[in-house]
């Protein structure tokens, strides 16, 4: 049985700002993953109705993608489980390494990795697999953590980029868990209805997904010095018009911040909880952050 390791994943850039058309960046999180097991540990009770679930996607003609399903519901039966380490409802890939792992198993044929002429339909496919988890899914999320390399979004296509070679002055990106897990539909629902008011849309455009954009493509570029000045932005705004998102007990560090130009912080994913996404530009964390509960955010 094969033990490889599926990754969860990080939007880097691109929180709510997607939905206004700003790029956005996703990368896998090679320090939390899921992998196939079988043995002592009891059995996860949610794969028994998921894997029923595409059973009968299959029986009915409507799974897109070619799983053997058959075999997914008799070793789940028999024990398989899938065994992770990503934390649920952090915006982490919890059930986009699931449904990515499923996938690279039970495909038959499955899309290879590298064929990036059918990353559409290879997405169409996890995306309705994942759809059963969340309702409906854009599949960005298990197209990551399947590919296991880091995904541009950009003008509604996905495609494979590569990060430059970082340099010696670049800064450190980390990870603070806030400890607390969260929904993200009723966060984005929450933003889609502020959105409804022309004025926090126009906001939101100028503040929040134009320094998204200048920081994703610094980002790749390993330009510093605009990475810097478009993760102050984004800081600043994240903070004036989604106040509600960040917890609030995580709002005076993240204001300290914004101050001692020490580092910055910004939401991974919808908010709300789950992790942080920190910057220091000089790599040197201050005692308020060291006291953190931290996470690397691994070189690409």
Known sequence: MSTARTPGKLLLFGEYTVL?????????????????????TPPSHDLLPFAAHLHFLDQEGRLLAPLDTQRFLQEVKSGLYFHSNIPVGYGAGSSGAL?????????????????????STLQQQLAQ?????????????????????????EQNTIRPVSVAQSSGDSGLFFLIDTGISRRTGPLVQQFKAKCESDHFREQALRQLATPTTAATHAYLEQNTAQLERALLQIATAQLNLLRDFIPELFR????????SHQFYLKLCGAGGGGFLIGYSPNRQLPASIEAQRLHPLPEV
């Not at 005076?252 to 101050?259: A, F």
């Open 20 to 40: 206004l058309g700003s790029t956005a960046l996703a990368l896998p999180l090679p320090h939390l993953f899921g992998e196939w097991a079988t043995g002592s």
């Open 99 to 119: 449904c990515a792992a499923v996938y690279e198993r039970y495909a038959n044929p499955a899309i290879a990795k590298d064929n990036t002429t059918a990353l």
């Open 252 to 259: 005076p560090v993240w204001e300290e911040g914004l101050q």
């Open 129 to 153: 697999l994942e759809s059963y988890f969340h309702g409906e899914s854009s599949g960005a999320d298990p197209l990551i953590c399947y590919l296991q390399h880091p995904l541009l979004i």
